[in-house]
């Protein structure tokens, strides 16, 4: 099989190199144990990815896709004996100002795209706390969401059209340029967020948009996190803020440990919530002003707002650092879970029980205003009694979401850590369609195994 592949690939492009090849084993899902590859294939063409999946197909070896490594589901994770597929070197870029699109290549980082969107005036909108280091083909596969989500909407917003490489190596062209088209099943949908599991993206065309007008960021402080959930469910019902984001008082401990900026770290939670609406007649002072007396009424203790956008950019930079600032503290299971935003004070408290019950630290972060949290279950691996307390805590916040009418994920995706509770929500009949959907694709199942089910 290597000496397929070799004979089918440019020089350079097959790695065998045990500590490269470890190098691109695992995603920063740090409890995932990953398999050891044959090989890595460093793909920096269509025609490289093609090679790939027909010799892969022809052997019966699976493929692992990976972007940038960032996932924190253990998405990318490899599978002994796979070839792991970096579609990094895949990084071609075409910005149509005039049709307000970018033709994009897989391997370039989110960053990169926002960056060439501004240099034409226009914007890139999904932002993941990770933007500056995650691949947009990573983004692809996991529908990444971010902080902007809550008014712009998540990656799949923006998606005109796919080029997918299929589990045979056949390259498909899904969608088109044009804004509407209702030709056929809507089959870039479906690829968008499938985890590597149906086939490789190889190239995109997103849609972009003119940017934002300026934002007023605003700070509220609560006594406690379910306090600042009520504020999060009273502000929603009202207005869409550009980004609502909160912070329990564990996390926003250990960013000011991490890099002291000030924080109070006395505070039982914090919210940091942007306004950008715009159309004049005073549409921003009307929407800080809802917020501020959301916040109020919910019980903050304090609530600030500035108009400087430097002050802004680090109060929005402190919640972007909480996931490695509690990584400091211990390893870290990432929950993604999502709810209704009128049951996030219901999740909140269903969390601190958890903990409590777990003797768990969970630190709770996330993107409150579309119902989607991260509880960070923190423990020392070194602990047995506590890795497993952790794992346990881990399965009931999923629960607790799951009996709330929300989502094991809103965006990390179900990777490796949460196969074995993907059925539970989908349930028997929505399972069998997965299934079938899956079979038709990668009939040999050779696509990203043991994720998904
Ligand atoms: C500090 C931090 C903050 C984060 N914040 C957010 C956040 O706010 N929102 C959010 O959504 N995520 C967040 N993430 C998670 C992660 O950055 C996203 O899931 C991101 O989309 C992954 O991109 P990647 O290029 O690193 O993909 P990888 O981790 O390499 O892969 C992710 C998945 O996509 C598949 N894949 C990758 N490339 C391809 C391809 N070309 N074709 C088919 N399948 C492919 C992989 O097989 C895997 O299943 C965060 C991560 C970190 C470390």
């Known amino acids: 099989m290597l000496a397929a592949l070799e004979g089918a690939l440019p020089d350079g492009a097959l790695v065998t190199d045990p500590d490269v ?63 792991t597929l970096s579609t990094a070197g895949l990084r071609h870029l075409h910005v149509d100002p005039v049709a307000m699109l970018a033709v994009v290549g897989p391997g370039l980082l989110n960053a990169e795209v926002k960056a060439a969107a501004r240099e034409h005036g ?38 005109l059209a796919l080029d997918v490489v299929l589990a045979d ?49 605003m700070v509220a402080t609560f006594p406690d996190v379910v306090a600042a959930g009520r504020a999060v469910v009273e502000v929603v019902g009202r207005v869409r803020p550009a980004a609502l984001e909160l912070m329990d008082r564990a996390a926003v401990a250990a960013v000011e440990a991490a890099k002291p900026m000030g924080l109070d770290t006395g505070v039982g939670a914090l919210l940091l919530a942007r306004s950008d609406a715009g159309g004049g007649g005073g549409a921003r002072a009307d929407e800080v002003g809802w917020i501020t007396e959301a916040c109020d009424r919910a019980g903050a203790s304090y609530v600030a707002a500035t108009d ?29 879970v999502g709810v209704p935003v009128p049951q996030i004070p219901a999740l909140v408290a269903a969390v601190e029980v958890v903990a409590d019950r777990r003797d768990t630290a969970i630190p ?22 506590a890795a497993a307390r952790a794992e346990v805590a881990f399965d009931e916040v999923m629960e607790a979401a799951l009996r709330l009418g929300g989502t094991i994920t809103g965006e990390h995706g179900i990777g490796t850590l949460k196969v074995r509770h993907l059925a539970e929500q989908l349930g028997p009949d929505v399972l069998r369609i997965t299934r079938a959907v899956k079979a038709a694709l990668d009939p040999l199942g050779i696509l990203n195994p043991g994720k998904w089910v």
């Open 21 to 83: 090849v470890d190098a691109y084993r695992r995603d920063r899902a740090e409890t995932v144990v990953p398999g050891m590859p044959l090989a890595l294939v460093r793909a920096t063409s269509v025609a490289d990815v093609q090679a790939v999946m027909r010799v892969a197909s022809a052997h019966r070896v699976s493929v692992v896709p990976r972007g940038a490594g960032t996932g924190l589901s253990g998405g990318a994770a490899a599978v002994d004996g796979c070839i």
């Open 169 to 217: 190596g056949t390259l498909v062209h899904l969608g088109g340029q044009t804004v509407k088209d209702v030709a056929g099943y809507d089959l870039k949908r479906l690829f968008v967020g499938s985890e590597g599991t149906l086939g490789i993206i190889v190239g995109a065309t997103l849609r972009l948009r003119p940017p934002p007008p300026p934002a007023t960021t």
């Open 308 to 336: 400087d956008e430097d002050e802004g950019e680090m109060l929005m930079a402190a919640r972007r650092m909480a996931i490695p600032a509690v990584e400091r503290l211990g390893t870290v299971l990432i929950e993604d």
């Open 122 to 159: 226009l914007w890139y909108p999904p932002d993941p706390s990770s933007f500056e280091i995650c691949s947009i083909g990573g983004n692809l596969a996991t529908n990444a969401g971010g902080l902007c989500c809550v008014k712009y909407g998540v990656t799949t917003d923006y998606v």
């Open 364 to 385: 709770v972060i996330g993107h409150a205003g579309d119902g989607n949290l991260h509880p960070l279950v923190t423990f020392d691996r070194h602990d047995a009694d």
